[in-house]
């Protein structure tokens, strides 16, 4: 993994928040440091590789095919890198009470994961292409926790149906959720880190 501590520049009137970084399929601990540096500017980066291999590729849980998740797996998983992210918290002093997961892809999935069983972990998340990871037969209590949801209309992998459900589970939980509807697909651009970004200082 690797940690960013967050830098001067960051310390505003309101505490920074820490961001957890969570790669898509076939990712690395790199490749969202520097959108989370478009996001928040020297807010400090916790960004873990994802635990699990598929063909090479780093995931945060195992699937069974495209869309078909393990849910044992993803369950073990998601309270795996919760136990990481509070050890973390320790080891580099930051707040365990001001984290905004920055999730692409599976990342975004296993982000949405830990809101819907461990709703305690994350003070926000930014969801980029989420699907629905699980459906918790007890939904848990999202109140005071901010959501911002992007999703593509002609995304390949993400059918909108998927998205609009997990948009209705988080509101059901009570969360405050934005969504953010763009005529692109599966990858993110800059249309998404504008809006996300809009999004954070807007709701921090
Ligand atoms: C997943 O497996 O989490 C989703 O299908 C997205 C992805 O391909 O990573």
Do not use: K
């Amino acid at each position: 993994h690797r940690f960013i501590p967050a830098s001067e520049a960051a310390v505003g009137q309101r505490p920074a928040p820490t961001l957890l970084l969570l790669h898509g399929t076939g990712g690395t601990e790199e490749d969202l440091l520097s959108l989370g540096n478009m996001l928040f500017p020297g807010a400090a980066m916790l960004s873990p590789r994802g635990n699990v291999l598929e063909d090479g590729m780093a995931r945060f849980f195992r699937r069974l095919a495209e869309g078909i998740f393990d849910l044992d797996d993803l369950h073990r998983r998601t309270r795996e890198l919760t136990a990481f992210v509070r050890a973390a918290a320790e080891t580099y002093h930051f707040d365990p009470s001001n984290i905004i997961a920055v999730g692409y892809s599976n990342g975004a999935n296993i982000a949405a994961s830990m809101l819907l069983s461990l709703p305690d972990v994350l003070r926000g998340a930014i969801l980029l292409r989420p699907m629905v990871p699980f459906i918790p037969e007890q939904l848990p209590d999202l109140a005071g926790t901010a959501v911002f949801v992007s999703a593509g209309r002609m995304d390949p992998i993400v059918p909108q149906a998927q998205t609009e459900q997990l948009i209705q589970l988080l509101q059901q939980a009570g969360a405050s959720v934005h969504a953010n509807w763009l005529n692109g697909g599966h990858g993110i651009g800059l249309e998404d880190v504008r809006a996300a970004r809009a999004w954070l200082i807007t709701n921090l």
